[in-house]
């Protein structure tokens, strides 16, 4: 694949239309189909003004000869003559199985055919092809242009000699693409799990209110935003959605259990930023809670999510999700976390990571706590995890 290949974009929402703007930068002539006008007609214009706007500020030099690159059409036949199709539609099985066997029937023998799905099965959608060996996940991270990771996902099925072009592609385009085996939440989703629900596990304890977790995440974790300041800015209706997917696919491992309260939060319509209201209130002259700057209570509080999260990323490790440096990749561009979760264990040691799990294990005698067999081992020795 080379910039003359021709990228085939399906679903025009936010996934897509920023995944079409990103390959039409790389040089690609990109046809963009939606099955609604109106989807396409905002996408048109948001994608023309962000280029346009790039131009003012002198990130590109050429934003109409970008613009001229797009196709937009409502016929899945316009994508026909596609070296490249990436599917970014509603995340439901069944709309994208049928989407993807009518594609097939549509494209060359060569077209490789992606999906960038954040929860469902890559095995399952290219089940839906009669040769499901040209299927994969390329899944990119909100906002595509900005942010720089991109899990590239081969299913069971996939001819595994298209992995290196197709991780050169995105290499191509400016992206930071880590390999992750095609398991629930691949890598991000999976290993962020716990810094949400962990978080609300103390808060609906009572052990400390929001703002203090979030402070304590923030100021003595140095992560970018704390857990409740990010889903309300996330949403509910998603974060919320992927815990639940998760914990599903994970044949209801308590590890991954969601939590009443953010599921109240979405019954209530209560989303987050987007509808004014979440875990905080964004009503103009609302008061925001004051945290409680207590840093002994703060180290509490980031050790004990810190501790859920390497264990994540160490079972991860451990049933071969991912190299460690695709782990490490993983967590620091596709959520931005301080530093990678293994480097973090080796800093903190293994020893004493598994000793929190252990104690939190001893206290509440659930699974959610239990300690991944490579934490295990190398704390034995406090080895570091290489
Ligand atoms: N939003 C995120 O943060 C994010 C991040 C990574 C991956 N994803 C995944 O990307 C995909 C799209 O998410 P989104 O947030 O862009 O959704 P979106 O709702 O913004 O856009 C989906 C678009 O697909 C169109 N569509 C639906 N069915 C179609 C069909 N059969 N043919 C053509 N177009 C169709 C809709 O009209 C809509 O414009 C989902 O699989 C989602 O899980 C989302």
């Not at 974009?9 to 995944?19: H, L």
């Not at 036949?77 to 199709?85: H, I, P």
């Not at 209706?237 to 309260?261: C, I, L």
């Not at 509490?300 to 190299?323: K, P, Y």
């Amino acid at each position: 694949m080379d910039k003359n290949t021709i990228v085939g974009i399906i679903g025009s929402g936010a996934m897509g239309a920023g995944i079409a703007q990103v390959a039409a930068v790389a040089g690609h002539n990109v046809i963009v189909l939606d099955l609604n006008a109106d989807a396409l007609v905002k996408a048109k214009k948001s994608i023309s003004g962000t280029l346009v706007k790039l131009q003012e500020k002198g990130k590109l030099a050429n934003a109409d000869e970008i613009i001229a690159r797009f196709t937009f059409a409502d016929d899945i036949s316009a994508l026909k003559d596609c070296g490249l199709v990436i599917e970014a539609i509603v995340e439901k099985l069944e709309v994208k199985k049928s989407v993807f066997a009518q594609l097939e029937a549509l494209v060359s023998d060569t077209c490789i055919l992606a999906s960038n799905t954040s929860s469902l099965s890559i095995t399952s959608i290219a089940a839906a092809c009669a040769n499901p060996s040209r299927v994969m996940g390329l899944h990119f991270f909100n906002p595509a242009p900005l942010m720089a990771l991109v899990e590239v996902i081969p299913a069971i099925q996939t001819d595994a000699a298209l992995i290196g072009p197709a991780t050169e592609l995105m290499k191509q385009w400016g992206k930071l693409p880590v390999v992750a085996k095609d398991t629930p939440g691949f890598i991000v989703n999976r290993i962020a799990r716990p810094f949400y629900s962990e978080a609300i596990r103390i808060y609906e304890e009572g052990i400390a209110d929001m703002a203090t977790i979030d402070w304590a995440m923030t100021e003595l974790g140095g992560f970018r935003m704390g857990p409740f300041t990010l889903m309300d800015y996330i949403g509910h209706d998603v974060n919320y959605v992927v815990t639940e997917t998760v914990f599903q696919s994970f044949f209801y491992d308590p590890r991954y259990k969601p939590s009443f309260s953010q599921k109240r939060l979405l019954e209530a319509g209560w989303l987050g930023r987007k509808t004014g209201k979440g875990f905080y209130n964004y009503a103009e002259g609302a008061a925001m809670p004051e945290a409680n700057k207590d840093t002994i209570l703060g180290t509490q509080i980031l050790e004990r999510v810190l501790a859920m999260l390497i264990n994540e990323a160490a079972d991860a490790l451990h049933l071969n999700v991912a190299s460690v440096a695709d782990l490490e990749t993983a967590m620091t561009k596709g959520v931005n976390y301080p530093k990678g979760l293994l480097q973090w264990c080796n800093e903190w040691g293994a020893d004493k990571c598994l000793e929190k799990l252990d104690g939190l294990y001893n206290d509440y005698h659930e699974d959610r706590y239990r300690a991944s067999v490579l934490l295990r081992k190398q704390a034995i020795g406090n080895k570091k995890i290489v």
